[in-house]
């Protein structure tokens, strides 16, 4: 089946709400102006929610991962949480979620979709912002720290993961790890074939099941069957070509690109992640210079689904100190 590209984080029934011209909004606007609207950025209508405004806090941006996906699930699970304290904004990046996508399939660049998120701090019309990302996400705020370093207050990084061809072979380890006889037959026979990694990649996710891919996602079978409901209840899906558009680009150098960057950082990983894996979240530690790394040893791939009070409460620590 062809999961590669309707993955990680699911989707959403759509909301109601104003196209905003891209201007400069009022300082106190993001905690004044709860509820649900859509931004204009760069041309591309873009689905925006805020939530906790009463707590009149530095927002925390969410950055969705996939590439591809949207919040549906973390708005449902670990997200009133977070907004009990703080208050956050949600957006669904151009043609992902809610939002509208791009006349050009390939006008996806990472150079735009950091565009597009200062487009989005500027119409929110606020000097700083932390940013949450999750997946791809945490790749996406990451990048746009680098870009943006005087615009962030605090980064948080949640399972973080570089979609490289050494990612590539961390996945397809991981679903021959879980596999049973007939897929690892599948998965060793698509190793020997002649082409490219990419390909393989893409023929091992469609060889797999959706139990093995809840397998892979999850350590706890019954927040995987959580998750799929969710996605299935929010029919919405990824259209996949945000994700070629990043695959046929990446030059695979965010560790590289980060070194040095003194935003104060929090990394999330699961030590059961077979996506992403740990070692981004392990390289991104040694060279981020005001890093703390938190591995969850009760969590694969979401450890804001899986260890969803410790995740809230080191969120509120780390942005707080309290």
């Not at 805020?50 to 973390?74: D, E, L």
Request: charged share 20%; glycine share 8%; net charge neutral.
């Amino acid at each position: 089946m062809k999961y590669f590209y309707s993955l990680l984080l699911v989707a959403v029934l759509f909301s109601c709400g104003r196209p905003v011209a891209n201007s400069q909004a009022p300082e106190s606007s993001v905690q004044t102006n709860g509820g649900e609207r859509y931004y204009t950025l760069n041309g591309i209508r873009h689905w925006v929610k805020v939530k906790g405004s009463q707590n009149s806090t530095t927002p925390i941006v969410v950055v969705h991962g996939g590439p591809g996906g949207n919040h549906y699930n973390f708005e449902r699970t670990i997200g009133p949480k977070i907004e009990s304290f703080a208050t956050i904004v949600y957006y669904e990046q151009r043609g992902s979620g809610r939002s509208e996508a791009p006349q050009d399939p390939n006008d996806y660049l990472l150079p735009t979709l950091i565009s597009d998120l200062e487009q989005l701090r500027v119409t929110l019309g606020v000097q700083k912002m932390t940013l949450l990302g999750y997946s791809f996400g945490a790749e996406l705020a990451l990048r746009y720290a680098i870009s943006h370093p005087e615009r962030v207050e605090k980064l948080i990084l949640s399972s973080p993961a570089e979609l490289s061809k050494a990612n590539m072979l961390v996945q397809i380890q991981g679903f021959y790890a879980i596999g049973d006889s007939t897929l690892k037959a599948g998965i060793e026979q698509i190793l020997k074939d002649t082409t490219s990694i990419e390909a393989k990649y893409g023929k091992v996710w469609n060889l797999s099941s959706s139990e093995v891919v809840d397998r892979f996602l999850f350590l706890q079978p019954e927040l995987a069957e959580r998750n799929r409901q969710l996605w299935q209840e929010s029919n919405l899906k990824n259209t996949g070509l945000m994700a070629k558009v990043y695959i046929k680009n990446n030059k695979a150098d965010l560790v590289e690109k980060a070194t040095g960057v003194k935003t104060p950082t929090l990394i999330i990983s699961g030590v059961h992640d077979k996506n992403g894996g740990l070692h981004t979240g392990l390289a991104l530690k040694q060279v981020l210079a005001n890093s703390t790394i938190k591995l969850y040893e009760n969590s694969a791939h979401f450890p804001d689904m899986e260890e969803e009070d410790r995740f809230a409460t080191d969120v509120r620590i780390f942005t707080q100190g309290k």
